[in-house]
């Protein structure tokens, strides 16, 4: 039985898709503000609120990391199989929950366990809303003609301010002299406006019979091949991208002798994507195909990279370094729209929440691995870290061009209401 047998009207003909698409941009928004308002200065808290050794910090850092971008694809799975709604509005709960037990927590288990909650809540909740919003901005393009990357870079934009506003958001709040509890208990505020939005705006999406569930249905969508060189090019990215954090603070003390100078580049990113992302993807969608802005993209990146060692030192030294964040941001710009417009192309549609987690998790295993590697290179003579660190995204560039150019006709799902 076909969407329409069984009485589902298929999105280009449904509702205006403009407000739920607002939604989502602002529940993006709304999600990396409050998250953000708390994660910077959740080492500083463990190390000196709670006296924490150095290692045990570094532990309670990656278990959250792995709790959210490693079980991404069990959040994706879950949105196939009951639909974004109850998928949105549990991670919201959790999110929530694991902030207050994170404000009040004082001892490491306590620490611990709020910290895998938090990650578990944003593994069920980011899958769950890229998804539907990529779902959504290909209904958007068929029954307007817009692009979907212009759509989607609309959402990578709001992240991107979310991402802005919540460090300063969280140190007002310790300045004011709230304390690292306040911070937390703030962003607990924040995503109970989320959680209330989404209960009220979010409608009910039709449960999918023909969800994939199981590691049957993780193996299918790993083993489709077009949507796998697309994750290892994502993972290219994603390797180089994690260099901010990695390379870049090491070659800001080698200019410069401190790290000070690492929030204004930050900032300076997040400010870059805030203005020039939808200008910049109104133009390359309508004038490049996605697999072109990705290659292009990657380019970008590596030139970002292979410009440290090129470029003369400028005020304070600064310059070879603020080159690669404008740089690398400006390739972030160009191919995170097209991977996410992508992605509905390479997966059937019942597999989209899957796919979505899994491009996530696979990646995050890949940044986990490269920058192990990459990390053993910070000491070698800077020619060399910038070439290697250069090559990695220019190697999924040239990956990039063994993708599918042409758009899969999607298949029928067969839907009940619950």
Known sequence: M??????????????????????????????????????????????????????????????????????????????????????VLTGCVLRVAGFCWLAGADSTATVIGAVLLIGFAAALFSPAVESETARSAVAYEKRTGTPRAQVLAVFSAAGQAGAFLGPLLGSLLLLLGGGFRTACLAGAVVFVGVLAGHARLMPHRPRRVRAVTGTGGLRRTVADRPFLVLCLVFSTYLVSYNQLYLALPEEVERATGSQAALGGLFALSSLLVVVAQLPLTRWSARRIAPRAALVTGLTAVGAGFAAVPLTPAGPAGLLPAASLVVLLTLGQMLLVPAVRGLVPDLVEDHRLGLATGALSSVSGLAVLVGSAATGTLLDAPGPVLWTVLAAVPLAGAALALTLPGRERTPEPVTTVTD
């Open 2 to 87: 076909t969407t329409a047998q069984a009485g589902i009207r298929p999105a280009a003909d449904g509702p205006d898709l403009r407000p739920y698409l607002r939604l989502l941009s602002a529940t993006q928004f709304a999600f990396n503000t409050g998250f953000y308002a708390v994660l910077p200065y959740l080492a500083a808290h463990l190390g000196d609120g709670l006296g924490m050794a150095g290692w045990l910090v570094g532990l309670v850092l990656g278990l959250r990391t792995f709790s959210q971008q490693g079980l991404f694809v069990v959040g994706g799975a879950l949105t196939d199989r009951y639909g974004p709604r109850p998928v």
